[in-house]
C-alpha cells in the first residue's frame, strides 16, 4: 500500500506562487501516473492536473493551463504541482494520487485512483 504525503500550501496573495509536493512511500512509485485535484467548500473534487508514470504525458484542467505545472523526479518519489499566478478561485484543499495499477497515459476522473495524501489547503487572497 503505497502512502501519500502533500506539503507547500499556505497563504499566498492573488498574482503569487506556490509549489506543492507529494511524496510517495510503501510501493514502486515510479510504475503508476499521479494525479492533483482539489476541493473547495461546498463543491466537488476536480482534477487539477497528472502526469503519466514516466513523466511522458500530462494533462490539465483547463482553469490552471498555462499557470500550473506538474512534473515528477521518480529517484526521489516525489511529484510537484507548480502553481503560478494563482487566483482567489484557486483556493482549495489539494490532493495528490496514485493508482493502484499500472495505465497508460494520464486519467482524469478521480475513481481511477485508488490512493490518496491527506490533502493540503492553499487560500489565495484578492
Known amino acids: 500500500q503505497v502512502q501519500l504525503v502533500e506539503s507547500g500550501g499556505g497563504l499566498v496573495q492573488a498574482g503569487g506562487s506556490l509549489r506543492l509536493s507529494c511524496a510517495a512511500s510503501?510501493?514502486?512509485?515510479?510504475?503508476?501516473?499521479m494525479g492533483w485535484f482539489r476541493q473547495a467548500p461546498g463543491k466537488e473534487r476536480e482534477f487539477v492536473a497528472g502526469?503519466?508514470?514516466?513523466?511522458?504525458?500530462?494533462d490539465y484542467a483547463n482553469s490552471v493551463k498555462g499557470r500550473f505545472t506538474v512534473s515528477r523526479d521518480n529517484a526521489k518519489d516525489t511529484v510537484y504541482l507548480q502553481m503560478n499566478s494563482l487566483k482567489p478561485e484557486d483556493t482549495a484543499v489539494y490532493h495528490c494520487a496514485t493508482t493502484r495499477k499500472f495505465v497508460l497515459g494520464v486519467p482524469t476522473t478521480d475513481t481511477a485512483y485508488g490512493s490518496w495524501g491527506q490533502g493540503t489547503q492553499v487560500t489565495v487572497s484578492s
Open positions: 510503501g510501493r514502486t512509485y515510479s510504475n503508476y501516473p
Open positions: 502526469i503519466s508514470w514516466n513523466g511522458g504525458g500530462t
